[in-house]
């Protein structure tokens, strides 16, 4: 079993043959500087789209840019430097995005974890996790709406997690903010009009650099073997031996976001190897 963090391939990337897939449309991706961010970010630029691609690490946005060139896709990815616990930064990156073309599309996937019992946690960190994961997705879509509608009409999608359906102990801040990204999309999906679709994307673990990381410090931690970890901490209910790639992540937002999914809004995009849904 291999727990390295994978290589994005081109081939990896599945594509969509859709009228709106062509580099007038704008698609902003938060986190876009690594792990699922980062592939969504480089699939949607290999179908085709120009990517607004927005991180507070500037090293790493350069690197995701770099990638969607070595991988020659059609599309662009400009790099939008800001960080989403401020709202100045914030409302300038939408309407950056929006100077580059038709801004149709919106992926919130930036995201932050602590762990810590929830009589013990900072409040501080607390805040911040919520500004990231819950705010600034919402500010996002505020300011985001409109420019979308102008454009003739688009989807946000919201990374939450199997943590958005149930949770796990010692994660209060993530599993609260996972529960409210549903309730955004839900929101956006009301409002929306059937001009701006919503849905979010619940996956079990990825292997993205920081769940690979964790893996030796784990099975030293527990006193076993990486492959347990994997197997039995990180996959657990899943039914599966594998954990997920990021562009298997980043393959369900180009998924979201083209025609096959027109009906698609409000709802989960579930990829959870049946985590949620089985029990022993
Ligand atoms: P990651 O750590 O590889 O990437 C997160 C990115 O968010 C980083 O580039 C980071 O710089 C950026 N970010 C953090 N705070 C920011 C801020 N204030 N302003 C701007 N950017 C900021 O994480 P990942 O594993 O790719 O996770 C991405 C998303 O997917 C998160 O929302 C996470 O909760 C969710 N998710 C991850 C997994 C997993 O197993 N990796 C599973 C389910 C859901």
Redesign the pocket.
């Known amino acids: 079993m291999s727990v390295e963090p994978p290589t994005l391939e081109r081939d990896d990337v599945h594509v969509v043959d859709d009228d709106r897939y062509t580099g007038d449309s704008v698609a902003l991706v938060?986190?876009?500087?690594?792990?699922?961010?980062?592939a969504t970010a480089v699939a949607l630029a290999v179908n085709g789209l120009t990517v607004a691609a927005?991180?507070?690490?500037a090293d790493?946005l350069g690197e995701t840019s770099a990638k969607a060139t070595d991988l020659e896709a059609p599309g662009e990815v400009r790099p939008v430097e800001?960080?989403?616990?401020d709202d100045d930064e914030v409302i300038a990156a939408v309407e950056a995005a929006a100077d580059l073309g038709d801004l149709r599309f919106v992926a919130n996937?930036?995201?932050?974890?602590h762990v810590a019992p929830l009589e013990e946690f900072p409040m501080d960190v607390y805040d911040t996790m919520q500004?990231?994961?819950v705010r600034?997705p919402v500010l996002v879509s505020k300011h985001a709406l409109p420019l979308i509608r102008d454009a003739g009409g688009g989807a946000v999608g919201n990374?939450?997690?199997?943590?958005g359906h149930y949770v796990t102990s010692d994660k209060v801040a993530?599993n609260v903010a996972?529960f409210a990204l549903r309730g955004l999309t839900q929101s956006i999906a009301a409002e929306g009009d059937g001009d701006v679709r919503s849905f979010s994307v619940?996956?079990?673990?990825?292997k993205?650099?920081?769940?690979v990381d964790q893996i030796p410090d784990t099975a030293a931690e527990r006193d076993i073997t990486e492959r347990e970890v994997v197997e039995d901490v990180m996959l657990g209910q899943a039914r599966a031996t594998e954990?997920m790639d990021?562009v298997d992540?980043a393959n369900l937002f180009v998924l979201g976001f083209s025609k096959l999914a027109s009906h698609l809004n409000g709802s989960d995009l579930t990829f959870d190897d049946g985590m949620t849904l089985t029990y022993e």
Do not use: C, E, F, W
Not at 82 to 85: I, M, W
């Open positions: 938060t986190g876009a500087a690594s792990g699922i961010g980062r927005l991180d507070v690490d790493g800001a960080d989403l616990t996937i930036a995201g932050i974890q500004d990231v994961m600034a990374m939450a997690s199997v943590h993530y996972k619940s996956t079990g673990y990825v993205t650099p920081l769940v954990l990021p992540v």
